[in-house]
Nanobody, 125 residues
Framework: VQLQASGGGLVQAGGSLRLSCATSGGTFRGHNIAWFRQAPGNEREFVAAFRRNGGYTYYRDSVKGRFTISRDGAENTVYLQMNSLKSEDTAVYYC???????????????????WGQGTLVTVSS
């Protein structure tokens, strides 16, 4: 599947954004999906994931209660709703999908085969 992320932008601290990740050439059906982010000078880090078996969701501790990962019924689009944004959330956000993500790799980039191009989120304090 090919992924296209969108929805980034400039927002004040405390504000909200919703990121979208659309597929082309397929659907998310049968895939585990995730969002990662990368700030300048930092490594890519896990943000949230949705596993297809059981529908379990996972979040990094710093975004729990503020971010929500979801997908539409047609399984063509994945969302990351981000509320109560903080300056430390500033990064390029990437969506990812993997059909064979093992449980221990849920939070690791190597667990995913397909990546979107990234969308920049800037939170001003």
């Amino acid at each position: 599947v090919q992924l296209q992320a969108s929805g980034g932008g400039l927002v004040q601290a405390g504000g909200s954004l919703r990121l979208s990740c659309a597929t082309s050439g397929g659907t998310f059906r049968g895939h585990n999906i995730a969002w990662f982010r990368q700030a300048p000078g930092n490594e890519r880090e896990f943000v949230a994931a949705f596993r297809r078996n059981g529908g379990y969701t996972y979040y990094r501790d710093s975004v729990k209660g503020r971010f929500t990962i979801s997908r539409d019924g047609a399984e063509n689009t994945v969302y990351l709703q981000m509320n109560s944004l903080k300056s430390e959330d500033t990064a390029v956000y990437y969506c990812a999908a993997g059909a064979r993500t093992i449980l221990s790799s849920t939070r690791l980039p190597r667990g995913y085969d397909h990546w979107g191009q990234g969308t920049l989120v800037t939170v001003s304090s």
